[in-house]
Every structure is written in C-alpha cells, then in structure tokens.
C-alpha cells in the first residue's frame, strides 16, 4: 500500500496532506477492533485497539485545543516509552503542533535548555520524578509553559502549581472541549500542509548543545514510503498488522520514532511497550517480536548475554553450546561471504544448529519469530552482527541521521555487504565528496533546518542544497557504503597518519568485558585508549576467580583486570595495521553517566568532556 | 496467545491449566490412556510375544508396561490408587497448600464412609441405613466430613506445626473409640467384622434394578464385554478426573492464594488482609470433603470394613504420598499416589518372581537365593510367606520400611519429591541451551 492510495479528497475537494495522525485515524477507520498498542500494567498486557487507540488520539488533539495549542505550537514530552507518548505525539500532529521529545534520562539543566530552546507551551511530564526537573529550574526560566500533563498521580497530589493537569483530566477537558466543537480537531487537520513542520528531535549533542531538528509532514511521509513501507528492505514483505514490535528505547529519538510510531502507523504492526530499559530481555521472550531494531548497544548486550551464560552452563551443555556456537560462526560466515544469502552448506548446518541450540537460543532472546531485525544509529562491529546472522536472525545495518530522517542508506535482503551500512535507498541522492570523504544526501526527506538557529542550518548544507552528514565514507564495490567515522573523530597522529578511533573501539567493545572505549591520538605519537569495564561481566568473572572487589573503581583498578583488559587489547591490535595500534591504555575509574554529562542520552561519548574530566589520566599515557 | 506463550493479556490466561496447544494435546491423549487402560487392546498386547520382550521378569508374569491391563490383579490397585489419590488430593490442599499438617486423614476418611453407610446402606437389626441412591449418599460423605472437619478447624487457628498434628492425632483414636460405643455399632458394625457398606450402582431412588449398574458384568453397546471391575475402573477414573479438576481449581483461584498464604506466614497473610480463621476452616472443611469422598468409595469399593482400619497408619500413609510425590502440587499428589500404591504391588512380584527363581538353576537362582527365604533353611531377608517365625520380613513389612527409606531420603535430597525430581529434569531442558 502506497501512501498515495491512502491520500484521500478531504470534503472540500482539495488533497487532505498526510500525516501522521491522518494515517492513524485511517486504520482506525479501517480497522477499528484489531489491536494497534500493548502495555503491560500488574503483569498483564493490557491491549489497545485502533478504535480506542484512535479515540484517544482524538480526545487528547481536543484537550490541546482546549490548552489553547495553536498550528506551530509545541508539545513537549518527557516520558518513557507508553501508550501516552505515541497518543500525545499524534494528537498534537493532529492539531498541527509540534511534538518535542526529551529523553527520560534528561537532567534538570537539559530539560531547562530543551524548554526553553523549543519554547513548548504544554509539556508532558510522566511522573513526579520528571516534573521535579521542570519545577527545579524556576518558572522564570521557562516561560513558555503553560500547561504540565502527568499521567502517574503518585506523589503529585497537592502540588501547588496550577499549571499542573492529571492526564484523566485532560482527557476530560478534550471531551468537553468536542462535545462543543465536534469537528475542531478535524479542520485542524484538512488545515494540515505539507510543509508543517511536525517534530523537533533534538539532536544528541555529543559536541555542543542540542539542536533541534524541524521534520515536516513531507519528511516523515517520504520517511514512511521509502524505510517503512520498502518491499527490499524486509524479507517476506513489509511489516503489516500481524507484526509485532517492541517498543523499549527513547522515542524521542528518531530511529525509535521511526521504528515505532511512524512504523505503526503506516504499516500497522502491534507495538508492544516494554516496562523499562532494565526489562526488555523478559518483554523481548514474552513479545517475541517480529521486527526488531536495536542500537549497537543492546546488540553488544544480547551477544554479551549468550556468551556469558554460555560460559556458565553445565558441562554437558557446555559441550553442545561449542559445537552449537562454532556452527554459528561458520554459518555466519557462510553468508557474509555470500551477500545474506544461504548456500547448500549453509542451509545443513543452520537445520542441525536450530535442532541443538539455534531455536532455543532466540527464543531466550526473544528473537525467535523475528523476521527482520536491524542495527542502526551508531556504528557496530562486524563480529557481532555475524554471531546474529549465523544464529539465523536476519539482522541488517542500515545508516541515516535526524537530519535526513533517518533515509540514507539499507542492507537490502539478499545484497548485504558485512560492514557496510548497505545501498542508498533507491531514488535518493546520495554522494561522497571527493576532497573531503564526506557523505552528502538530497531527498524529500531531508529537514528543512535547526529550529531557531539558521546560522547551523547554514553549516549543514551546502551551496547546492545537498547535507552534509559530517560522516566520512567509502563506496565498496560501487554499490555499498561504508562509514570510516564521524569526521570530527578522526585521529591525525602527530606522524601525519589519519585513523579512525571507531573501528578500533568497536572491536575493543566486541568483548563482553568492555563496556565503554575511547581511543585517544590526536596530535600525539601514538595512540591510547580509555577503557571503561562491563561492571556485571567482569564482577562475575572475579568472582569466579575469588577476586573480592567493593566498589567500581576498586575492581578497575586490580592488577588481575587490568591483565584481562590487557589481552583484549593485544587481541585488537593484532587486528589493525601498526600505527592504528593502541599502545597503552587507562581503565575509567567510575561508570560514564548522562547525568555527569560524559554521555549523551543516546549514550555516546561527549569526548571534549571527557578529555576534560579524564586530562590527568590520559596526560599519564604519554 | 498461539506462537506467543508468555504474553499473556488477560490474568485468566496465565492461571491456565493447560495454557498451549501442545498441554492440551498431552492431556487428552492422558486422559485417553487412562480410560483404555482397563481394556484389553490386542495390538499393545503382542507387544508381549515379541521374544525380547518375554524374557523381561515384569513382562513375562503379565503385566507388561506396553499393554493396557485387561481385567487383573491390577486392576484392582489402580482402582484403590485412585480411591487414595482424591483423598490425598484432600490432604494436599490442607498441608500441602495451606501448610497445616493432619495426622486426622483417616478420621475425617472414616466419618465419609460411615455417614455414605448411613445414607446409603441397608438397615439391618444391628445396624442403620437409610438405603439412599449414590447421588445422595457420595455427596452426603463428602458433606458429613467436612461439616465435622469445620468443627475441627478452629483448633488448627490456635495451634501450629507439631501440636496440630497431634490434636489431629488424637481424632484418628477418638474415631475408632467411637466406633466401639453402642451407638457407634449402629453406625459401623460389630467391631471385628465392620458392616456392608453401599455399592457404587448408580440409582434414581430405591428402585430394584439399578439405572447403571457398576457391581455386574454387562455388554455395552451389544458387544464389548465389561467386567465390574473394569465398571469400577471407569466410574473412578472419571471421579478421580473431576477431583484433579477441583483441586487444580481450588489451587489457582483466590482461596488457593489466600491458604498459600497462609502456608508461607500466618501473620503475615493476615496483615495483608487474608482472614487466617475463615481461610483455615475452609482449608479443613474442602480437605475433609475429599477424605470424605474417598473413604466413601474406599468403604464401598472394599464391601466389608472393620472401623479399625481408618487407623493412623492409613494417615501416615498419606503423609507419605505428600513427602514422595511433592509437598503443595496436584501433579506431585497424584504422582505420589500411584508411586506409594503401586510400589508394593511391584515388590510382591518382584519376590514371587525371585521365589520361582530359586526352584530353577544357575547364577540367577544363587542371586535370588541370597534374598528370598522360602523356608526355614534359607535366611535371606525378605520372606515369601505372609507369615514367619523367623527374623526375615515379609513382603508387607519390607515395604513398611521401604516407605521409611524412601521418605528419610527424599527429605533429605529431594524435599520436593517425585515433583521436585520432575521439575529439575524439565528445567534443565526449558533452560537449554543455558543453565539458567
């Protein structure tokens, strides 16, 4: 289904502009009893369908016209993944607003930078610990709000902040607010042009502050048809209502809203919400998702599970997870070499690996009725989407930006090149500069600017309108992309060579030791590294070794982990050419946190603050 | 959710007791089995002429594992293995689930068949019966004892653990005492022999010929000849169905939690809102509606009874089943059931098997020579007679002390039982390929 199918004469007889909402009001009109939403409250899924879902959506668009939300206002959210996220976002597209999403993990200084910099007049902040981040930053501060929505009334009561309104209340003021004006909401969105802006997603920010990125309907349309609905991209097909989806990471990040909410709605899959980050491997068994993206992260995490708890398993079943777990990696390899593709080989060890270990395997990860499954938003190592591919699941990097929502490049199935983010999507521009290296886009899909800061909007483009991604690329045999690494990342050591830090953490953070690596050059002899340890992996295997530990630092600083990280490194370095190699290296004394402002709330390196917060231990290095 | 087993939407979902496809597969085809086992199916049969096969001792005395039984000897321990399993089931729900532990069983098994005879039995000069239909007398067996059961109960609120078990103790002795005043001859019988308990025919009212006879051979459906032992094989199984069904039911809802409760922490349930004196008299009262059940049909199915022998060793027996089979499970109770009733069955034969052994020749009459005494001369230390002078058991006092063993053991090693046993094997393979 095209999305010009969907695109029908509003009563006026000009073209109503798809949007988002238009989409969601269409499979409710559809298909109002199939479910659309599952949230899982006292251990129960408790399940939505288009039919509420959609009645919700309409409720909610009428509660901001009765807050007063004009076209162009913004609606902020400040909520973990729920039901309410996908409602509120949609009706304020409804109403023609725009919908700023912050990142739960958000301190009280970024909620202040991000209020104050989107002006959002109605924010939305789940509970009382993200209304605490709001109210600690004064009314003064930001003025613009008017309005706070809650949904969890536990500790709110009696706040004396009139600005302070219970979801059920809101909801009360939309109906009130139709009853009277039964067809407001859907003026507003016949009024809906093509060129409305409909989100800001705030970039992460890994060098200054946040900028927030303006997505039209036209991008998010573009969005839909080319990634969500594209036949090459999913075997088997496009998702469809039969699909099942785990929502568990940021949704105001955009490949989360693309995953998402902009897949629900233009495809219709089920999104089940996982409880919280802390849960997603019991939601991910229970779900068994169909379709599943994840960031490099949970991919590393989910490979760190298997090994570590194969290493913890029985003799016997030891033994068969060898066998099981070499089969895995010979199938891998079998498939990379042949573009995804199954040979004859292939075809018989993957038959034997799902009788002893394969099936039983992905139904403990959850990924065992999983389709298509994708890897996206960072950069990952090849080892570990080889170990998911020779498990069977059909795992493909793809590659974009906010910028460009999201619409650069894809594996597409059959043609999948290890290591490379895949082809651009057919029938967009894409070119890599030759001085520069640098992968420049030009599609409908690319943003129309950084809200309020023209002079960044100027940075990102070029003279002839292409954007500049800021990533540095190559082809691979003329058809794929592969990404070296952000260009601002690259090394240039003080012997002239220019080296990509990313490859080599990535392959430092292949081991389930690693958690966090940053490899450190620039204008120097040669290169280090700054390693942080997976706290769980490495406590258990001082455990195993009677090594008694207290604290973080004190584990880190143990001369028998410091070995261990040791031949992690060498492993590494025999990998790469000389000069790429990391001589020395420095274990982190403490985890990385966003609340310390050494991540982002994607959980990337800030690396200006951490050359800062770590100078004396990287200044020990040299 | 079909593909989809743990994503429950709905709480009436996840307390399921078949909750998948391939359970509800496994239940039927259980079901199935159980109710063929009493014909004999001929093709399972030959099974027994295949020469490997013949040459198995428990084969070759005719009770292969691979054929349906027919009408024999084992039938009638099936028949009291399911008599025993609705009462342990009973037993179960007041210790295993509600953690009060009875030695009263008996009693309150007692009670069920004395007030079945009442109702149901035939009044002689010597004894009261009222000749009621089973439909009134089974139920009314049930009822009797668990309306003495909620007399009971409110010791159970003030007394805990051991001394509970003693009170309930106490019942077993005060029954059988009973049993000897004038009054309680009314009721059981002369002491010695006991009184006829009612039979299972199922009547209308008190009409001559039954509407479904169970005690008589028949032809049904003009052609498949029954037995009465296989009527009675069927008419249990199918009771015994229904109970497992009550007692799953009992363990999943509210009431089940509240015991559960209960069991874990008295006080603390009770902080939490669960009435601890309501909960326990309903623990009592739905435990001894089981005995009841069962010592009516245990009555019945024997014909004739002494009172004595609703003794504390028919209770100790049951607290036998709960330890092998599993403290707190249906499927432990009912396990524990068949393992503790079949058991010494097989013991029996096993030394029949040994005692043809020793009459024939080479090692293995040596071997079984060393264990069986067949007569004064041989001092092995099982006893083939019933009776013996001499210092070797017999076959019934060997499984006296092999109910001891086995209970000493799995205290020790496996407190969970037969159950405990099942549950290790099935979470090794639902962990596969992982240990946890």
């Not at chain 1, 909520?79 to 725009?98: C, F, N, Q, T």
């Not at chain 1, 999201?406 to 895949?422: D, H, P, S, W």
């Not at chain 2, 009134?136 to 007394?159: E, F, M, N, T």
């Not at chain 2, 309930?168 to 009184?195: C, E, K, Y």
Request: overall charge neutral; proline content about 5%; some cysteine.
């Amino acid at each position: 289904m095209t999305l010009t199918e969907q695109s029908k004469p509003a009563a006026s007889g000009a073209i109503e502009v798809t949007t988002v909402a238009s989409l969601a009001r269409d499979w409710a009109a559809r298909t109002p009893n199939q479910i659309a939403m599952r949230e899982k409250d006292f251990g129960v899924w408790k399940e939505y369908t288009w039919g509420t879902t959609w009645d919700l959506i309409e409720t909610a668009a009428h509660g901001l016209l009765a807050l007063g939300v004009e076209p162009g206002d913004r609606v902020s959210i400040h909520a973990e993944d729920r039901p309410e996220w996908i409602i509120l976002d949609l009706a304020a597209v409804a109403v023609r607003g725009i919908t700023v999403g912050f990142y739960p993990t958000n301190p009280s200084a970024e909620v202040r930078y991000l209020l104050a910099d989107s002006g959002a007049c109605v924010h939305f902040a789940e509970d009382e610990e993200q209304y605490d981040k709001v109210e600690g930053v004064g009314r003064t501060a930001v003025p613009d709000v008017r309005s706070i929505i809650f949904v969890e009334p536990r500790g709110m009561v009696g706040k004396p902040d009139e600005r302070l309104l219970f979801w059920d209340n809101f909801l009360d003021l939309g109906r009130q607010h139709k009853a009277q004006h039964p067809t407001a909401v859907a003026d507003r969105m016949a009024a809906a042009r093509p060129d409305d802006v409909m989100t800001l997603v705030y970039t992460s920010g890994t060098t200054g502050p946040p900028k927030g990125a303006m997505l039209t309907n036209t991008n998010a349309a573009f969005c839909i048809d080319k990634i969500v609905n594209s036949g090459e991209r999913v075997p088997g097909g496009p998702p469809n209502p039969k699909d099942q989806i785990v929502t568990y990471l940021p949704l105001c990040h955009v490949a989360e809203r693309i995953f998402s909410t902009w897949t629900m709605v233009g495809a219709g899959p089920v999104l089940n919400f996982a409880e919280s980050i802390e849960t997603v491997n019991d939601n991910l068994r229970e779900v068994q998702p169909t379709i599943f993206f994840a960031v490099p992260r949970i991919w590393e995490k989910l490979h760190a599970l298997s090994l570590i708890r194969a290493n913890d398993a029985s003799w016997f079943k030891r033994k068969v997870l060898a066998i099981g777990l070499g089969l895995a990696k010979r199938i891998g390899r079998i498939k990379v070499a042949n573009d995804g593709n199954h040979t004859m080989q292939s075809r018989i060890l993957a038959a034997i690996g799902w009788v002893i270990i394969f099936r039983p395997m992905r139904e403990r990860l959850g990924l065992r009725r999983c389709r298509y499954a994708s890897s996206g938003a960072a950069a990952i190592a090849p080892e570990v989407l080889e170990f998911f591919i020779g498990l069977g699941v059909p795992v493909f990097e793809l590659y974009g930006m906010t910028e460009n929502a999201a619409v650069a490049t894809a594996n597409f199935v059959g043609r999948m090149k290890l290591g490379t983010v895949g082809e651009p999507y057919p029938g967009i521009g894409l070119r890599i500069a030759e001085d520069t290296g640098e992968i420049q886009v030009k599609h409908e899909g690319v943003f129309v600017g950084y809200w309020n800061k023209p002079d960044k909007t100027a940075e990102t483009m070029t003279d002839d309108g292409w954007l500049m991604t800021g990533d540095v690329g190559e082809w691979v045999d003329g058809t794929h992309v592969r990404i070296i690494d952000r260009i601002k990342h690259i090394i240039i050591t003080s012997g002239g060579k220019n080296i990509s830090p990313s490859e080599i953490e990535n392959s430092l953070k292949t081991s389930p030791y690693v958690n966090e690596a940053m490899v450190i050059g620039e204008g120097r002899k040669y290169l280090t590294a700054l390693i942080g340890i997976e706290l769980d992996t490495v406590g258990d295997w001082a455990l195993r070794r009677n090594l008694a530990y207290t604290t973080y630092r004190d584990l880190s600083e143990k001369p028998e982990v410091i070995e261990l990280i040791e031949l992690i490194v060498q492993a590494t370095n025999e990998k790469f050419a000389r000069v790429e190699n990391v001589r020395k290296f420095a274990l982190l004394p403490k985890q990385l946190d966003h609340e310390d402002g050494e991540l982002t709330a994607t959980q990337k390196l800030k690396r200006t603050a951490m050359l800062d917060t770590f100078g004396d231990l990287v200044e020990s290095l040299y | 959710m079909f593909l989809r087993p743990n994503l429950y939407t709905s709480y009436e979902a996840e307390v399921q007791i078949l909750p998948t496809y391939t359970k509800k597969v496994l239940a039927a085809i259980g079901i199935i089995l159980l109710l063929l086992i009493p014909f004999d199916i001929p093709l399972i049969t030959s099974a027994t002429d295949l020469p490997l096969l013949r040459n198995i001792p428990v084969i070759s005395n005719g009770i292969p594992p691979l054929r349906f039984l027919g009408d024999n000897s084992w039938l009638r321990v099936l028949d009291e293995a399911l008599i025993f399993g609705i009462a342990a089931l009973g037993i179960n729900i007041l210790t295993g689930m509600a953690g009060q532990v009875s030695l009263g069983h008996a009693f309150f098994m007692g009670v069920g068949a004395y007030s079945g005879a009442v109702l149901g039995g035939v009044s002689t000069s010597s004894v009261w019966g009222w000749n009621l239909p089973i439909w009134i007398w089974l139920p009314g067996a049930g009822i009797g004892a668990a309306l003495v059961g909620i007399v009971v109960s409110p010791v159970a609120v003030r007394l805990r653990g051991l001394y509970l078990a003693i009170v309930t103790l106490g019942l077993v002795f005060l029954g059988i005492h009973m049993s000897n005043t004038t009054w309680g001859r009314h009721i059981a019988g002369d002491p010695g022999l006991g009184r006829d308990f009612p039979k299972y025919d199922i009547r209308l009212w008190k009409e001559e010929a039954p509407l479904i006879t169970i005690n008589d051979d028949g032809k049904w459906f003009g052609f498949l000849d029954v037995t009465d032992n296989q009527k009675k094989y069927l008419f249990l199984a199918v009771l015994f169905l229904v109970f497992i069904l009550l007692a799953k039911n009992v363990a999943r809802t509210r009431t089940g939690r509240a015991l559960q409760a209960i069991r874990d922490r008295d006080i603390a349930a009770e902080v939490m809102g669960v009435p601890e004196f309501k909960y326990k008299l309903i623990a009592f009262a739905t435990s001894s509606f089981f005995a009841g059940i069962a010592g009516a049909l245990f009555a019945s199915f024997a014909g004739k009874l002494p009172a004595s022998q609703f003794s504390l060793a028919l209770s100790v027996e049951f607290i036998a089943i709960l330890l092998i089979g599993g403290v707190g499970t249906v499927s432990g109770t009912v396990m524990g059931t068949f393992f503790v009733v079949l058991t010494p069955k097989f013991v029996e034969s096993f030394t029949e098997w040994l005692a043809d052994k020793t009459d024939g020749g080479g090692v293995s009459a040596k071997l079984a020579e060393v264990v069986i005494s067949t007569g004064p001369g041989n001092q092995g230390p099982i006893s083939s007679a019933i009776q013996t002078p001499g210092y070797p058991l017999n076959v019934f006092d060997w499984n006296l002390v092999l109910y001891g063993v086995l209970i000493i053991l799995f205290l020790i090693f496996e407190p969970l039982g037969l159950y405990g046993i099942w549950i290790k094997i099935r979470n090794y393979w639902k962990r596969w390929p992982f240990s946890y």
